[in-house]
């Protein structure tokens, strides 16, 4: 703490000193780099400015070591020290500057804007950036060396339209790539702590100089009222300390001796005296100390403002209007790209600096590229929308082609066009083959050594084969999840409203059981509804009776009557002027010979072909009753189909539209097999358990998965969607109905099939959007629960045929199999799971009862169960997140471990 009651210049300066010192900071390194404060220049002239910028910078091509982390680090540590300097003056009771009082004041933003530099700006990311030659900024990112003349040219005043209007001019010279203008924002965020720095500097070497001059002019005061004769003492005292001759010092000493009157005459004609051998004046010091820290001011106001302006600022719009790529990405055919949403314009983005990063070509010529390509296909004899589209050519299939004509470009020779399989598929498979080996290997070493015959090695091998594979498949989609990063699907941007051409039906497949019920499902329709509001999106209930020994029970008519009357009235209740929104679609009971019961054919599976067939101008005879106008049914284009206990969160009918409608996304259907073979007839979402609506018991908290976080923020794994392109259907999520009517349409057998929606998505193509959420609930007792999975194991079993080479078709005859290799996996490997809890039973009672060593086979049973859990949840203690507290870390991976 620096005292005024101090006898000693060395005492009163040495905390501040020291540090200056150490750091090798002094008067002369702030004189060398004073703020960025370089002549003011009009819009004209700042434009004139970055087209001459453009025109001098030159490009190195040779690494350069990280200098932007290192500069923060030390910009932080000044600001941080001059902050405490200040901190101690004004408890010291002292006057600080305008300046100053500003870097008080707004000092909380000012940490926050170094974490926020910190946090996007990592080790080696500015490694990425074009790096300058020039002389007084070599080795530095073009894109800084930017930002530090916009700040230095205005003052450390930044808006959208001058940024704007600079960077413009400067890309008529030279373009900026992608990357450079995504770092703008981080860029004049650092040039902005470093302008505040330096006059945080200059504060604080003013302030070392007004501390001085407090002390003399004190030292004076106080001879004047004690000892009147010590004066010319102190002032040869302070000629031999050699206070420097400067305004910080001189402005305040004088004017604190002016205040005592005539009796400081001497020490301030002494002075004056001093200054004016150095052709100085008082006034002239006053008046440049004034000038001084009403610039200094200004400088520190104008930069933390426009760290708020940084902190405010949606950068995606800017660096959308500024790209040179993006405009070119802008023509491609019918506007597609322009309505896609921003993060897949962003993918795209990125694909082009990826190629052009490959070829070394101009990252707008790539686009260019690209956008030939789509316009050529379009011209073809039978265009396809998928390669009619840019997006084809650079996140698609299609992109070797772009980077082989990008390469061409570069060199002038044509190369063969290289289509580099997914190598994803084959490591993920050869993980999971190698664990499954050498754990089934080691269990059957393991069982011979303990030697109890050729039978009883055989059934433990077995065994070990199908808990191995468990064990091995763990580990492999754990591995998956951190070689792979989760993608999210292209899809255009509904968010203002889903087009007339993409209307969407929200169904839900239900059975109305009693008038409660049934006055549920039309209240629950409507909270659909009200999350989902959008002038293309309508609402049904599809229903059928419960299974009867009759066609029609005394209390049927009652049913029917309460849900049409409940979708009547939601119609009226929120009425449109040319059709209806909600709708009943209600089946009649028909008799099944092998149920030898009166039931709704097929069940859900039957509900939804019947309502694709009316939805195509098929007559409605399926239906005993409908609800709601007509007009619209051959204009529907997609369904999202539901449970009852489905809730249907704001803003997921559009997002999935969105997806289905994308060019990428279209199905593509093989005539030979009936079925679609690239592209999507299905898009399942994420499903969570809900935040109500079920009991919270202990055995639900245990397979919750994050709920209650909010689920458009971030995208998860899924291990098929991420490694195989193709996600699995589990009843719940959107369809495209005339791709459901020409695949599934009596493909299958009646009665034979309980479980249809992991076939429904093998023949259809099923993706997976892990960004949107539906909400569910799950059972809260361990029984409940293990029926609900026997009926799903039970309707495994029933589709094991569609692993082998014939299948049954509707008419019960055996066609070849259409489907995939991976749909196939998919189905054994649901065989698989349903076997390997009597695997693991009967592997423990084995190693108890035949095999020695009982203790070695209850571990490897425990480890084959628990292990790969232990595994992913201790690297994922290990990757603690730079801004995520360790106890809350700890406590998340704790939890994760629980369940």
């Known amino acids: 703490m620096i005292k005024r009651t101090t006898n000693s210049i060395e005492d009163l300066l040495s905390p501040l000193r020291s540090y200056f010192q150490k750091n090798s900071f002094s008067r002369k390194e702030v004189d060398e780099k004073p703020p960025l404060r370089s002549e003011l220049y009009t819009r004209e002239q700042m434009e004139a400015h970055a087209r001459y910028l453009a025109g001098y910078h030159k490009l190195s091509f040779e690494k350069q070591p990280e200098q932007l982390l290192k500069r923060l680090s030390e910009n932080e540590e000044v600001l941080e020290k001059v902050a405490e300097l200040l901190m101690e003056a004004v408890k010291e009771k002292k006057r600080i500057s305008p300046a100053g009082e500003w870097l008080l004041d707004n000092f909380y933003l000012i940490e926050e804007q170094i974490l926020t530099g910190k946090k996007y700006l990592p080790k080696g990311y500015s490694k990425g950036l074009p790096r300058l030659q020039n002389k007084n900024s070599f080795g530095i990112p073009r894109v800084y060396d930017i930002a530090l003349e916009i700040i230095s040219h205005s003052d450390g005043h930044v808006d959208i339209s001058s940024l704007s209007n600079f960077i413009s001019a400067y890309q008529k010279i030279t373009p900026l790539t992608i990357g450079e203008l995504w770092a703008v924002p981080i860029m004049l965020r650092l040039a902005l702590l470093e302008n505040l720095s330096r006059v945080a500097a200059k504060i604080a070497i003013d302030r070392i100089d007004e501390n001085q001059a407090d002390f003399w002019s004190d030292k004076m005061i106080e001879a004047v009222e004690k000892d009147p004769k010590s004066m010319v003492l102190i002032i040869a005292d302070m000629a031999r300390a050699e206070p420097p001759m400067v305004s910080a010092f001189v402005a305040p000493f004088v004017q604190r001796l002016q205040w005592k009157g005539a009796d400081m005459n001497i020490p301030i004609s002494w002075l004056e005296q001093h200054l004016t051998e150095k052709n100085m004046s008082i006034s002239s010091m006053t008046q440049s100390e004034n000038q001084q820290q009403a610039a200094n001011q200004v400088s520190m106001s104008n930069s933390i403002n426009s760290l708020r302006f940084l902190a405010k600022m949606d950068w995606r719009e800017f660096v959308e209007t500024m790209s040179v790529t993006e405009q070119t990405l802008r023509t491609d055919l019918n506007a597609v790209y322009q309505k896609m949403d921003f993060y897949t314009r962003d993918s795209y983005r990125h694909a082009v600096e990826k190629i052009a990063k490959k070829t070394n070509l101009e990252e707008n010529e790539v686009a260019g590229i690209a956008i030939e390509l789509a316009k050529a296909a379009s011209e073809s004899a039978n265009p396809d929308a998928r390669l009619s589209h840019v997006g084809y050519y650079l996140v698609g299939k299609g992109s070797n082609r772009t980077e082989a004509a990008a390469r061409h470009k570069v060199s002038g020779k044509m190369g063969a066009i290289k289509h580099t399989p997914n190598p994803h598929p084959a490591l993920y498979e050869l993980t999971a083959w190698i664990i499954t080996i050498l754990v089934t290997a080691l269990l059957v070493l393991k069982a011979n050594a303990d030697g109890d015959g050729w039978l009883t090695l055989l059934g433990v091998g077995l065994l070990s084969l199908v808990a191995g594979s468990q064990f091995a498949l763990q580990i492999s989609n754990w591995l998956a999840t951190l070689i792979v990063p989760p993608r999210q699907l292209p899809r255009m941007n509904f968010s203002t409203g889903i087009p007339q051409d993409c209307r969407t039906l929200v169904v839900v497949p239900s059975m109305l059981v009693n008038k409660v019920q049934a006055e549920k499902l039309v209240e629950e329709l409507e909270v659909r509804f009200l999350a989902n509001r959008d002038e293309n999106l309508f609402f049904a209930l599809l229903t059928d009776f419960k299974d009867a020994a009759e066609q029609m029970l005394p209390g049927d008519k009652e049913l029917i009557y309460t849900a049409q009357a409940g979708i009547e009235n939601l119609n009226r209740k929120y009425g449109r002027q040319h059709n209806d929104t909600f709708f009943l679609f209600h089946r009649q009971r028909v008799w099944n010979k092998k149920e030898k019961v009166w039931m709704g054919w097929e069940r859900k599976r039957g509900k939804l072909e019947a309502l694709n067939s009316l939805l195509r101008g098929k007559t409605p005879e399926d239906f005993m009753t409908i609800v709601g106008e007509p007009l619209i049914y051959n204009s529907i284009k997609y369904v999202i189909t539901l449970d009852a206990d489905t809730q249907l969160p704001r803003e997921a009918a559009w997002k999935l539209a969105g997806i289905m409608a994308h060019p990428l996304n279209h199905p593509v259907y093989n005539e030979k097999k009936n079925i679609v073979v690239d592209g999507y007839g299905i898009v399942q979402p994420r499903i969570a358990i809900s935040l109500h609506g079920t009991v919270r018991s202990q055995y639900t908290r245990m397979h919750e998965n994050d709920s209650g976080i909010d689920p458009y923020t971030r995208i998860t794994s899924n291990v098929y969607q991420d ?13 495209d109905v005339d791709v459901f009517e020409r695949v599934l349409t009596n493909r299958f057998p009646d009665n034979k099939i309980l479980s249809h929606d992991l076939l429904e ?8 959007a892990s960004d949107v959420q539906f909400y569910e609930d799950y059972p809260s007792k361990y029984r409940v629960d293990m029926n609900r999975r026997h009926r799903w194991i039970r309707g495994d079993w029933q589709i094991a045929n569609w692993v082998l080479p014939w299948v049954p078709n509707g008419e019960n005859k055996l066609t070849r199999n259409p489907v995939s290799g991976l749909s196939r996996w998919k189905i054994f490997d649901n065989l698989r799971r349903s076997i ?50 360790m106890k809350y870390h700890i406590s998340n991976s704790a939890q994760s471990v629980y369940r």
Do not use: M, Q
């Open 723 to 735: 490694v195989f392109n193709e996600g699995s259907f589990i009843g719940k999520g959107i369809y």
């Open 761 to 768: 998505g093998s023949y259809a193509r099923c993706a997976f």
């Open 836 to 885: 390997v809890p009597v695997a693991l039973l009967a592997l423990l009672i084995c190693g108890w009862t035949i095999l020695n060593s009982p203790w070695f086979w209850t571990l490897a049973v425990i480890g084959i169960g628990l292990l790969p859990a232990i595994i992913a949840s201790a690297w994922g203690l290990a990757k603690k997140p730079d801004d995520v507290l």
